[in-house]
């Protein structure tokens, strides 16, 4: 089974910026959308952000809109996370996963990345 292994993830001051990495060891990664979703502690998983296959559209939950961008490297089986001007509500875990009609495809989940935002 398809396996993700996400990275990046660090303690930060509020208003400053991280840059997650997520690694795909599918070969069918490249044909499917992909997305990024948190778990705060306490909390139910949530979606963040996600992109179609070949990076033509891409969508953002309202409360990263603006502040956070999605993108990927097909030749790399990779997807990446560039949060910018980030908040104490943004601390979380981070993980991605391929998507199929919009919901995560893939499981177990990996190991996410923690990202941690003080005040």
């Known amino acids: 089974q398809p396996e993700m292994v996400e990275s990046g993830g660090g303690l930060v001051q509020a208003g400053g910026a991280l840059s997650l990495s997520c690694k795909h060891s599918?070969?069918?990664?490249?044909?499917?959308?992909a997305g990024w979703f948190r778990q705060a502690p306490g909390t139910e998983r949530e979606f963040v952000a996600s992109i179609d296959w070949d990076s033509s559209s891409t969508d953002y939950a309202d409360s990263v809109k603006g502040r956070f961008t999605i993108s990927r490297d097909n030749s790399k089986n990779a997807l990446y996370l560039q949060m910018n001007d980030l908040k104490p509500e943004d601390t979380a875990v981070y993980y991605c996963n391929r998507l199929w009609k919009s919901e995560p495809l893939d499981a177990p989940w990996g190991q996410g990345t923690l990202v941690s935002v003080s005040s």
């Open positions: 599918g070969r069918a990664f490249i044909t499917y959308p």
